[in-house]
């Protein structure tokens, strides 16, 4: 956003550019990377639970197949309903957003484009999270019988592998405007102001 706009809200900016402590973004981003994460290992481990046996065995653990999908279908979930928080806090703290100008990330991408790419990125990274759980819950429901051993197909796991790779690229974008254009970053909005954040946090 414009730097005279953001300057409107004066005294109720810290020194992060933000109106409370601490970014809430970046908190929310990593519950939703780890609940998506553990869900889709969850459901590749309930897959290949033949081969862990032994092992499960060996460390005297009750484990079942069906325990390791229920993990893998709430975390699934919960990663899709925590998301939309994790974008809208994105989307807010993107518009009180003032980084640097005069630099480049180490991809050769300047500030707007870096954040253009990572906004559109998680409103597309959210789509595909809840097309996750819509799938994941279809095959949960549809194949789920005291007979079966397996409630997800190969597609929707290989489907998840490939979306952990973009949530990395994404999520390198998000980390380069904080380190490198300084967004929300405490100490780095303390520097251009002139002030030692060793004294000032103290």
């Known amino acids: 956003m414009n730097s005279e706009l953001i300057e409107q809200l004066g005294s109720q900016l810290g020194a992060n550019g933000l109106p409370y ?8 981003v990593h519950l939703t990377l780890g609940l998506f994460i553990i869900g889709v290992t969850c459901d590749i481990l309930g897959v290949f639970f033949p ?14 197949p069906s325990n390791f999908f229920d993990v893998g279908w709430y975390n699934m979930l919960a990663a899709a309903i925590v998301t939309f928080f994790t974008v809208a806090a994105g989307f807010y703290e993107l518009v009180l957003a003032d980084p ?20 559109v990125g998680g409103v597309f990274l959210l789509a595909l999270m809840v097309a996750m759980t ?13 007979e079966a051993t ?14 952990m790779f973009v ?7 998000g980390a380069q405007l904080a ?7 405490t100490a780095g909005g303390l520097l251009r102001s002139g002030l030692d954040p060793n004294l000032v946090l103290k």
């Open 167 to 173: 949530m990395y690229v994404h999520g390198t974008l």
């Open 100 to 119: 640097l100008t005069d630099v480049k990330s180490a991809w050769g991408l300047q500030a707007m484009e870096t954040m253009l790419w990572h906004g």
């Open 150 to 163: 397996v409630q997800v197909q190969w597609t929707y796991l290989l489907t998840g592998l490939a979306i």
């Open 179 to 185: 380190a490198e254009f300084e967004i929300h970053n």
């Open 51 to 64: 081969l862990g046996k032994p092992i499960l065995k060996f460390l005297a653990l009750p484990a079942v």
């Open 21 to 28: 402590a601490i970014p809430i973004h970046p908190n929310l």
């Open 134 to 146: 819509f799938w994941r819950g279809y095959q949960r429901y549809r194949w789920r019988r005291k």
